[in-house]
């Protein structure tokens, strides 16, 4: 498929097909595309959850207000991120270049995190933002439909998926095969409100 195609036509589908079931190569293609989304430093501070398991997928349903995508569709992925990933063995982010390229990247990762929660946070947000973007456009490529949604108990969720203390849920995708064409588009602004030429 043409980017451009996945880009217009993939669509938040709310009613999965329930009895697709991704296969676990399909679901490795994905992630190993997934990762290749870009981080700031290359520092790959998302950690993604994979739900196949159909008890998981229902409990997580619950904990999304009973909305019915992650139950139906065939993969949940919990975008997650990791808020530590600055000082975990920062040289592995540069390990094909030279030692010294890796001792810079890590000394500019403790100068941005070091004693900002917010800096870290907010590279979170954005690294999970590219990643599930990938996603739902690779999702596309393979003949399958997606869901993005934060419309979820945090707490419940994150305690179906042990996150660990020092991440957080970004979000999360649910994957497979649209049973129902997603609604009409809300409609979309005009350019003329969103983009400004060399300033606002
Ligand atoms: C961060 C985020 C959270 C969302 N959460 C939900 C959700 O919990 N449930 C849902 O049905 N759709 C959810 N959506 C889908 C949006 O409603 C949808 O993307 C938007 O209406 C635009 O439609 P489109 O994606 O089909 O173009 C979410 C989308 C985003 C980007």
């Known amino acids: 498929m043409d980017t451009f195609d996945a880009i217009k036509t993939r669509r938040a589908v709310k009613k999965f097909d329930s009895t697709y079931k991704m296969t676990p190569e399909q679901v490795k ?22 739900v196949t398991d159909q008890s998981v997928k229902e409990q997580i349903s619950k904990a999304a207000r009973d909305q019915a995508q992650p139950k139906d569709g065939s993969l949940v992925i919990v975008l997650c991120g990791n808020m530590n990933a600055w000082k975990e063995d920062p040289l ?22 070091l004693d900002s929660p917010q800096n870290r946070r907010d590279e979170a947000m954005r690294s999970c933002g590219f990643a599930a973007q990938t996603i739902m456009l690779a999702a596309k490529q393979m003949g399958l439909d997606s869901c993005p949604m934060v419309g979820f108990e945090y707490d419940e969720l994150a305690k179906i998926i042990k996150l660990p203390e020092d ?13 129902e064409p997603a609604n009409p588009r809300g409609g979309q602004l005009p350019l003329s409100d969103v983009v400004f030429e060399n300033s606002f």
Do not use: C
């Open 29 to 50: 293609s994905l992630m190993e595309l997934t990762i290749l989304s870009p981080t700031s430093y290359n520092q790959q501070n998302w950690r993604f959850v994979t």
């Open 92 to 113: 592995r982010y540069w390990k094909d270049h030279p030692v010294e390229k890796q001792e810079i990247v890590a000394k500019a990762l403790s100068r941005k995190y």
């Open 167 to 179: 991440h957080l849920i970004v979000m999360m995708v649910v994957v497979g095969k649209a049973a």
